[in-house]
């Protein structure tokens, strides 16, 4: 007998008389005890129910073949896209399966490579991750980030490039921070936090960001402040230095919304007060470059697809570029398009600027005036970025990738307008045999949603092919065209994969971002919804045929989804989800995300937030889809116990013969760092997980 056989026993979950009162409404909290991860408790919760999910992962036959599937098409050379500093070349390369991506420097392109950094030598289980790097103005030193068990905290140490040697520099609790290096190699500009209590490090709030100096060959007690704000505790600060080297550019920061503010000192005058260029949070400003005095901004400052302007710094604009009066304070250089900018940076003395087109990608370039040159040619409709370097540099290196091609890397000329293949991956499959479409679909309010379907060529639309429906809709995020090893099993198994480009993303400005946000979250359940009611409808698949899923803000997509019409899906996977909107700020970072959600502490954003928060809108004896809860014990951007309470919830009220579970894997956090090993598992997991619950042959 199997454990498919009979029904599933879940774990006991206690609960706690625990209950709140927002705004006169009395919300009980029965499994707040499981926000404490360390407990001896939750510990022991955690291991029962991981029992219960790996015992039932391991007896779906399908599984192992799977996984053997995985790995062979996991193991071929990844490379990423190179660049220069000072005389050398870096890039980034993985063998294959190689848990973590090893950072080579060479001094030509032609030249035989040296291993920088390999992570993979740190740990015996890859969870050791490089989380960042900064080099020197010469390229001869590289100031980098380590990353344990997938923590958002990092350390940083320097490295001598030519010798492979450390130096003495270690510096701790930095969290949401890059390096930026002083041209004379001297030091670099860094951000952190104060020292976190070591036993509540990974749930605690993180306030009171700090921007600092280090100066090579000093401990960081003797570090120079350079910016804090004691009076804005949810401020932070992002500091990097101009290509002359003469300015330190401080972007400030609140929360994830997309607006900030711009000061800037200037570092030939080292005894210089930073001075506050912008400072309201009326728009979004991002740094480009300077000519001296003159800066160039990226900006949607009443441009909601944004634009291009420059500022003199000699002529300051008012403390508000919105304005009536701030005519003349600054230059339009490159008008709003109707395309959205996505970004953009010098070479060649132009401007090379990413637009996105309905999601996929286009390469414009234009002249210092903002006169407009060409648009590069890209292979298809598809992803592409990278054009990195300095700004007299004439080459520059690009990635391409569609949902039916491997990431490759091409090597483009700004004189001849020529781009070049400089690596193909060899993948274990042939594109010919699949198909991407652009489809475009009415959500509830009649709003036209893209969303891209990917399959087999000769699809049958009989209303049976299992379908894998994928969403974010939040913080601006654009969901572009890419590649995905993981996406091919479920394309060669005969699945249908279904990326939608919901509200709150950034793919048609900040106009489509907003609509998603807040008192509009309801936008992008519905936009999903509707996404999946269309594939229905056009006969791509059934209800129990389809499967939900998403990460982070995609892991409440599929909660709010699968709480609000659980009839219309088969199977859902919410990963790392934000599961209890009443209180996600009160954990690390999760204050940050207010200006996205709105915040319980507001009467009438509790409101709209409570109506759909997936913890709190489980109803006893309601039947749910096949659910797998994914998250990680070291996750300390969402905290785990945001899917520790609403799989408690879930199982307590589920009343439906189809499994509910939660996979916690352990010495991982949100995401980034998570070791090949470790992803191959997981995706055998999820796709197995599917295989049994959508009864697809396999």
């Given at each position: 007998m199997t454990q498919f056989d009979r029904p599933l026993s879940y774990p006991t979950t206690r609960k706690a008389e625990q209950t709140d009162d927002y705004h006169g409404v009395q919300v009980s909290d029965p499994y707040r005890w499981l926000e404490d991860p360390d407990s001896e408790e939750t510990q022991a919760w955690v291991e029962a129910q991981n029992a219960v999910t790996f015992g039932y992962l391991s007896q779906i036959p399908a599984r192992e073949k799977i996984k053997q599937r995985l790995t062979k098409l996991w193991d071929y050379e990844k490379y990423g896209i190179p660049f220069k500093q000072g005389d050398r070349y870096f890039y980034y390369k993985n063998d294959g399966l190689q848990n973590q991506s090893v950072l080579y420097t060479l001094t030509s392109l032609d030249g035989e490579p040296k291993v920088l950094i390999d992570p993979n030598t740190l740990s015996e289980d890859g969870t050791v991750a490089l989380g960042g790097i900064a080099l020197s103005e010469d390229g001869q030193l590289m100031a980098y980030g380590l990353s344990i068990s997938g923590s958002d905290w990092q350390e940083w140490k320097v490295r001598d490039v030519e010798t492979g040697e450390d130096l003495s520099d270690h510096l701790k609790w930095l969290k949401f921070s890059g390096a930026a290096w002083t041209h004379d190699g001297k030091g670099f500009f860094y951000s952190r936090y104060d020292e976190p209590n070591e036993k509540t490090k990974l749930e605690d709030v993180n306030y009171y960001q700090k921007l600092f100096y280090h100066k090579l060959g000093t401990p960081q007690s003797e570090d120079v402040l350079i910016c804090d704000r004691p009076d804005q505790k949810e401020w932070g600060f992002g500091g990097g230095v101009t290509e002359d080297g003469r300015y330190l550019i401080v972007a400030v920061w609140q929360g994830t919304e997309t607006k900030n503010l711009i000061f800037y000192k200037d570092l030939t005058a080292p005894e210089s007060s930073v001075v506050e260029l912008i400072n309201e949070f009326e728009a979004e400003y991002s740094f480009i470059d300077n000519d001296g005095s003159l800066f160039w901004f990226q900006t949607?400052?009443?441009?909601?697809?944004?634009?291009?302007?420059?500022?003199?710094?000699?002529?300051?604009?008012?403390?508000?570029?919105?304005?009536?009066?701030?005519?003349?304070?600054?230059?339009?250089?490159?008008?709003?398009?109707?395309?959205?900018?996505?970004?953009?940076?010098?070479?060649?003395?132009?401007?090379?600027?990413?637009?996105?087109?309905?999601?996929?990608?286009?390469?414009?370039?234009?002249?210092?005036?903002?006169?407009?040159?060409?648009?590069?040619?890209?292979?298809?409709?598809?992803?592409?970025?990278?054009?990195?370097?300095?700004?007299?540099?004439?080459?520059?290196?690009?990635?391409?990738?569609?949902?039916?091609?491997?990431?490759?890397?091409?090597?483009?000329?700004?004189?001849?307008?020529?781009?070049?293949?400089?690596?193909?991956?060899?993948?274990?499959?042939?594109?010919?045999?699949?198909?991407?479409?652009?489809?475009?679909?009415?959500?509830?309010?009649?709003?036209?949603?893209?969303?891209?379907?990917?399959?087999?060529?000769?699809?049958?639309?009989?209303?049976?092919?299992?379908?894998?429906?994928?969403?974010?809709?939040?913080?601006?995020?654009?969901?572009?065209?890419?590649?995905?090893?993981?996406?091919?099993?479920?394309?060669?198994?005969?699945?249908?994969?279904?990326?939608?480009?919901?509200?709150?993303?950034?793919?048609?400005?900040?106009?489509?971002?907003?609509?998603?946000?807040?008192?509009?979250?309801?936008?992008?359940?519905?936009?999903?919804?509707?996404?999946?009611?269309?594939?229905?409808?056009?006969?791509?698949?059934?209800?129990?045929?389809l499967a939900i899923a998403g990460g982070s803000n995609g892991g409440l997509l599929v909660g709010a989804c699968m709480t609000q019409r659980p009839e219309l899906f088969g199977a859902a996977l919410p990963a790392v989800g934000v599961l209890d909107m009443l209180r996600f700020h009160k954990f690390t970072i999760g204050h940050a995300w207010v200006p996205e959600y709105g915040s319980s502490e507001n009467s009438a954003e509790f409101r709209a937030i409570h109506a759909y928060s997936p913890l709190h809108n489980l109803k006893a004896g309601t039947a749910y889809p096949a659910t797998m809860i994914t998250t990680a014990d070291h996750d300390d951007r969402v905290v785990p116990a945001h899917s520790f309470k609403f799989a408690s919830a879930l199982q307590a009220t589920h009343a439906g013969e189809k499994p509910v579970l939660i996979r916690i894997e352990t010495k991982a956090g949100h995401g980034g760092g998570k070791p090949t090993a470790k992803v191959i598992e997981e995706l055998a997991d999820e796709w197995a997980f599917l295989v049994r619950e959508l009864d697809i042959n396999v």
């Open positions: 949607d400052l009443n441009a909601p697809l944004g634009r291009v302007i420059a500022i003199d710094t000699n002529n300051p604009p008012p403390s508000s570029l919105a304005a009536d009066d701030s005519q003349g304070k600054f230059t339009e250089i490159i008008p709003e398009a109707a395309e959205t900018l996505g970004g953009i940076g010098i070479l060649n003395n132009q401007f090379v600027a990413s637009y996105l087109k309905d999601a996929y990608t286009q390469i414009k370039i234009f002249n210092l005036d903002g006169s407009f040159a060409r648009e590069v040619a890209l292979p298809g409709i598809g992803s592409a970025g990278g054009f990195g370097g300095k700004r007299h540099d004439t080459e520059t290196f690009y990635a391409y990738t569609s949902f039916t091609t491997p990431n490759t890397i091409y090597r483009y000329n700004m004189l001849t307008d020529e781009s070049s293949v400089y690596r193909q991956p060899k993948v274990d499959f042939n594109p010919e045999d699949y198909e991407t479409k652009q489809i475009f679909y009415p959500s509830k309010d009649g709003t036209q949603v893209p969303m891209f379907v990917t399959h087999k060529k000769g699809l049958q639309l009989d209303g049976n092919n299992p379908t894998y429906l994928y969403g974010y809709g939040g913080f601006s995020i654009s969901l572009t065209p890419s590649f995905s090893l993981s996406r091919l099993v479920w394309l060669e198994m005969g699945g249908v994969y279904v990326t939608a480009c919901l509200r709150g993303g950034g793919e048609y400005g900040e106009s489509w971002h907003q609509a998603g946000t807040k008192l509009n979250k309801q936008n992008v359940f519905d936009d999903f919804i509707s996404a999946a009611e269309w594939l229905i409808e056009n006969k791509y698949t059934k209800p129990a045929k």
